[in-house]
Structure formats: C-alpha cells, structure tokens
C-alpha cells in the first residue's frame, strides 16, 4: 500500500483527473464529494478509489470525515485541496449567501480540512499539502469578485502555510488552473467560451490529465525542494510570478 492521498471534489473534473493520476502513481487515494451521489459512485465503481461525502466548509464534518479515512485506509499523508464552487454575479447586486458559499467552500476549506492532518504530518516529519486555486485568483474576474477573493487567498494560504512547515518535511504548494476543459467550464455559453479560447496564446482549454501530472509531481519525494510555489497552468493566458 503507497501513502494515502487525500483529494476534495475528486469525484469529477479536475479531482478526478488528480485522483487517477495518484492512484495510477501508486499511492493510496480516497476522495469526498459533497452531494452528486450517483457520480461519486459511478467513479468509484469504474475506478476502485474511495469516496466519502462531506461538507467541505464543515468543521465537523471535515474532522469525523478525515478520522474515518484514516480508519479505512491510514493517515493522511498528501492533501490536495481542490474542492470548489462558483455562484457568479456582479458585485453590486451579489447577496451574502452567494458570497459566502463561496468564500465556505473554496477558503474556509483550507483550514477545516488541513487542520486535522497537519499535526500528524509535523509527527512524521512527511506531507505534501497541495492547494489548487485559479487564474482568477491571479488576475481577478468580472462577475467573479467572490471566487477571485477566495482563489486569491488561497494563494496567501499556501504561501503562509509553506513558511511554517518548512522545517518538518512538509511542502506545501498551489496550482493554478486556467480554463480547463471541464462540466464546470462546459457550462460556458458557447460565445463567451469562443472569446476564451481566443485569448489562450497555446490556442485551446486546458486537460485535466495535465492538472493531474503536476499534482503527481507534487506529491512525490522529488518535489521535496519545492514549497510555497505558485504554479500557473493556463495555456500562456496569464503570466504572473506567484
């Protein structure tokens, strides 16, 4: 048995593609979804990873649903936050609830489902943190400033979070995807995704395979020189220095 990996919304999309790409690397891998039962199963099924369901803006929730991983499959030694959601509109008529679903699942998460793990990760002196944010946490999106102030403060998480375990052989490193080709991103008008595509320099959307490569690298001991980076994956879109 490899090292037990640990993926949120890795079930579908982007999670998906990094939970194939660790099991098919040899690690150990469970995933959580948060409602699309049927989904979640249907990737089970075809690809025999462990899937648990639970709130990832949960406290709680995270914390019974991480002890009952660990009692499947044993500690959590890689985590790779992935899990998010978008509820898009302009700022000026955005309410809170879409604010803070937002902000609930794609930042809040950071904490309640690293925090029960990093202990055990500073005892063993071995973890790999891996945190995917966005391109629009770079650079800011119109109708996005909920997604974009959380993916943004991903960033400052990671970074943050790298500096304090430095020292204890835990890396700790983000991702940010640019449009990539997904049920999230098919959801796109077919217009506006055309205007996308045409502002991507290598001139198409993003794999998840490709997502699920670095993530592989990230996660292994060769990567154990790197921490508190910032990886733009985007076709050329954005250029930025972490």
């Given at each position: 048995?490899?090292?037990?990996?640990?993926?949120?919304?890795?079930?579908?999309?982007?999670?998906?593609?990094?939970?194939?790409?660790?099991?098919?690397?040899?690690?150990?891998?469970?995933?959580?979804?948060?409602?699309?039962?049927?989904?979640?199963?249907?990737?089970?099924?075809?690809?025999?990873?462990?899937?648990?369901?639970?709130?990832?803006?949960?406290?709680?929730?995270?914390?019974?649903?991480?002890?009952?991983?660990?009692?499947?499959?044993?500690?959590?030694?890689?985590?790779?936050?992935?899990?998010?959601?978008?509820?898009?509109?302009?700022?000026?008529?955005?309410?809170?609830?879409?604010?803070?679903?937002?902000?609930?699942?794609?930042?809040?998460?950071?904490?309640?489902?690293?925090?029960?793990?990093?202990?055990?990760?500073?005892?063993?002196?071995?973890?790999?943190?891996?945190?995917?944010?966005?391109?629009?946490?770079?650079?800011?999106?119109?109708?996005?400033?909920?997604?974009?102030?959380?993916?943004?403060?991903?960033?400052?998480?990671?970074?943050?979070?790298?500096?304090?375990?430095?020292?204890?052989?835990?890396?700790?490193?983000?991702?940010?995807?640019?449009?990539?080709?997904?049920?999230?991103?098919?959801?796109?008008?077919?217009?506006?995704?055309?205007?996308?595509?045409?502002?991507?320099?290598?001139?198409?959307?993003?794999?998840?395979?490709?997502?699920?490569?670095?993530?592989?690298?990230?996660?292994?001991?060769?990567?154990?020189?790197?921490?508190?980076?910032?990886l733009t994956i985007n076709g050329g879109q954005y250029i930025a220095n972490g």
């Open positions: 048995m490899g090292r037990v990996a640990l993926v949120t919304g890795g079930t579908r999309g982007i999670g998906a593609a990094i939970a194939i790409a660790l099991k098919g690397s040899g690690y150990t891998v469970a995933s959580t979804f948060a409602g699309n039962v049927e989904k979640a199963h249907a990737f089970r099924d075809e690809t025999g990873i462990a899937v648990f369901q639970w709130d990832v803006g949960d406290a709680a929730a995270c914390a019974a649903g991480i002890a009952e991983v660990e009692a499947a499959v044993g500690p959590v030694e890689i985590l790779v936050n992935n899990a998010g959601i978008t509820r898009d509109g302009w700022f000026h008529k955005m309410d809170y609830d879409a604010w803070s679903a937002v902000l609930r699942t794609n930042l809040d998460s950071m904490f309640t489902m690293t925090r029960p793990v990093i202990e055990g990760m500073r005892d063993r002196g071995f973890g790999r943190i891996i945190n995917i944010s966005s391109i629009n946490g770079q650079k800011g999106q119109l109708g996005q400033v909920n997604y974009s102030a959380a993916k943004a403060g991903v960033i400052g998480f990671t970074k943050a979070l790298a500096l304090e375990n430095a020292r204890k052989g835990i890396t700790v490193n983000c991702i940010c995807p640019g449009y990539i080709d997904t049920d999230m991103v098919a959801g796109v008008p077919e217009k506006v995704l055309e205007g996308i595509i045409a502002q991507i320099p290598v001139g198409r959307l993003g794999n998840a395979d490709e997502i699920g490569a670095v993530v592989g690298y990230l996660a292994s001991d060769q990567s154990a020189f790197m921490t508190g980076a910032v």
